[in-house]
């Protein structure tokens, strides 16, 4: 039964994004990195890593990856409805990355995303990051830092909407494919991970 | 260009991109949505690896049967940046029995599975001539066909504007040059029109504007330069077709210059954030003095790094929309 409203509210997301930044902040430390650059994946994984960004200090501007090109269901699905470029301001070669998502179900988002990244340079080491991971994985990949686990059932879907408040909601996933313009605001496409991408506003 | 079945060729039923023919029948949102989706492919430049992998495993054949470097480039390089495999095919000027060899030809590549032809013709219609012949798992895109239309070049030009002016509404877009057999003009007047461009004027001498223009493009005609120019927001000029020409359009190349070549001081009576374009290949001292082309105004080599990131989206567009056909084809209509 895929019900409707909160999952977790903002105070709850906030609590955990804190208690994330210090997690990262000690795993970077245990490695010895002392500068490692901060990539959020559009648009979820990119409003945490704002805040992250933010709480840690980092002196490298935060990039942006937008995996829509990358994806595995393009000749199923077609083209995302909505790209935002990917926007690397500093080279990735040789440097430790965090990269950072908000709902890691499937694993399929995080694998095109280690895609692009690789397609931008080599970096020395990736570390990820994630919001909420959950049930329902279908590739190895796992998550170094969480800031929730959760457990849900396999036709319930969370997404988190932002950018202010930041707050996780049930919701479902729209199969049927939208024509763009007009509405662009009110589509979600299907999320990599199969959790609907959330919109911006 | 409506099908027989009362529906747009270019769209499948549930109005996705399958063939790019032609901007006419085309909508403000479909045309907006290729250049959002552009936008997003501009980034592609700034990899290391210039490749995104959404058309691995897709072959486009390159189809021209009129020559072109730059625009064939373009394309060739599009789908390579889509992880397409590419067929280039020159078959030139030569092919003189359209009809047969056209359709043996498509048959041979359909045959070789290709999901996607760049045609090019002289001849008015043909990619949709083609279009209506291929099978249906393949897409066309039009590279030019005779004078008929250029969409990909349309597009660029939009994109182009777009990426300066921020938007269409209230442009003074001013087209100057060989409007009578440009299929680039065609393709940017009908795009302009849509997108909601303010004015839209055809600067030429009389001989190179198709008769009835105004009604028939939705234009303002001008026979003088400054008084085409005054106040403009885009400057575009056509290249003289010289190749197509056969007497009679100009006394001299040079006498065109001398009324309709664009030089700095014409320039000026145009707005002072003007921008100068160009589909190339320019004629130096034709249709602009080389300080124009080289000059603070020009967005010209800009055009050409857009049109990738335009053809890009196109092609991804319409390979997109076949992946939508093949999944829902069980319970569809045939």
């Given at each position: 039964m895929s019900s409707t409203g909160n999952f977790r509210d903002a105070a709850t997301i906030d609590a955990a994004i804190i208690a994330m930044a210090d997690r990262v902040r000690v795993k970077f430390a245990e490695r010895g990195i002392k500068s490692p650059l901060m990539i959020g994946i559009h648009t979820g994984g990119v409003w945490i890593a704002e805040r992250l960004h933010a709480l840690l200090g980092l002196p490298d501007p935060l990039g942006q990856l937008d995996i829509s090109f990358y994806r595995d269901d393009f000749t199923r699905i077609?083209?995302?409805p909505q790209v935002r470029p990917s926007h690397?301001?500093?080279?990735?070669?040789?440097r430790h990355i965090c990269l950072v998502d908000d709902v890691l179900q499937s694993g399929r988002t995080i694998r095109a995303a280690l895609n692009v990244l690789f397609d931008y340079g080599r970096p020395a080491s990736v570390l990820l990051a994630i919001l909420a991971d959950r049930d329902g994985?279908?590739?190895?990949i796992n998550p170094d830092v969480v800031g929730l686990a959760v457990r849900l059932g396999p036709d319930d879907q969370i997404k988190l909407t932002g950018p202010d408040p930041l707050v996780l909601v049930h919701g479902r996933v729209p199969h049927e494919r939208r024509r763009g313009g007009g509405e662009e605001a009110a589509g979600e496409g299907e999320g990599g991970d199969g959790v609907p991408t959330p919109t911006r506003d | 260009m409506v099908g027989t079945n009362g529906i747009n060729p270019q769209l499948d039923a549930q109005g996705n991109?399958?063939?790019?023919?032609?901007?006419?029948?085309?909508d403000r949102p479909l045309l907006t949505e290729i250049l959002d989706r552009a936008e997003g492919f501009l980034?592609?430049?700034?990899?290391?690896?210039?490749?995104?992998?959404?058309?691995?495993?897709k072959i486009v054949a390159n189809l021209f049967f009129e020559n072109s470097t730059r625009t064939r480039t373009t394309f060739e390089l599009a789908a390579k940046r889509l992880s397409a495999d590419v067929l280039n095919l020159n078959?030139?000027?030569?092919?003189?029995?359209?009809?047969e060899t056209l359709l043996d030809t498509l048959r041979n590549l359909e045959a070789m599975h290709v999901d996607m032809f760049v045609v090019r013709h002289a001849d008015s219609g043909a990619a949709h001539f083609i279009a209506e012949h291929a099978a249906p798992h393949v897409s066309i895109i039009n590279a030019g066909d005779g004078r008929h239309a250029h969409p990909t070049q349309g597009m660029l030009d939009m994109f182009t504007i777009r990426r300066h002016k921020?938007?269409?509404?209230g442009l003074r877009v001013a087209i100057v040059g060989d409007?009578?057999?440009s299929r680039v003009a065609r393709s940017q007047i009908a795009a302009l029109n849509t997108l909601g461009a303010g004015e839209v004027r055809i600067v030429a001498p009389s001989t190179l504007i198709p008769t009835?223009?105004?009604?028939?493009?939705?234009v303002r005609v001008f026979h003088d330069l400054r008084e085409g120019l005054r106040d403009a927001d885009v400057i575009i000029l056509l290249r003289l077709q010289r190749e197509r020409m056969?007497?009679?359009?100009?006394?001299?190349e040079h006498e065109y210059f001398y009324l309709f070549g664009l030089t700095e001081k014409r320039l000026?009576?145009?707005?002072?954030?003007v921008i100068v374009m160009h589909p190339g290949p320019i004629n130096r001292g034709v249709e602009m003095d080389s300080k124009v082309a080289d000059?603070?105004?020009?967005v010209i080599l800009e055009q050409v790094s857009n049109g990738l990131a335009v053809r890009m989206a196109v092609m991804s567009m319409c390979m997109g929309a076949q992946g939508l056909a093949a999944s829902s084809a069980p319970g569809a209509d045939v």
């Open positions: 077609g083209l995302h690397l301001p500093v080279a990735v070669d040789d994985r279908e590739l190895p | 991109l399958r063939h790019f023919l032609s901007i006419d029948g085309l980034g592609v430049a700034q990899q290391a690896v210039k490749k995104v992998p959404l058309c691995r495993g078959i030139g000027t030569s092919a003189t029995a359209k009809g921020g938007g269409f509404e409007v009578l057999l009835r223009a105004e009604e028939a493009l939705g056969d007497g009679g359009f100009l006394p001299s000026s009576g145009a707005k002072p954030d000059g603070p105004h020009s």
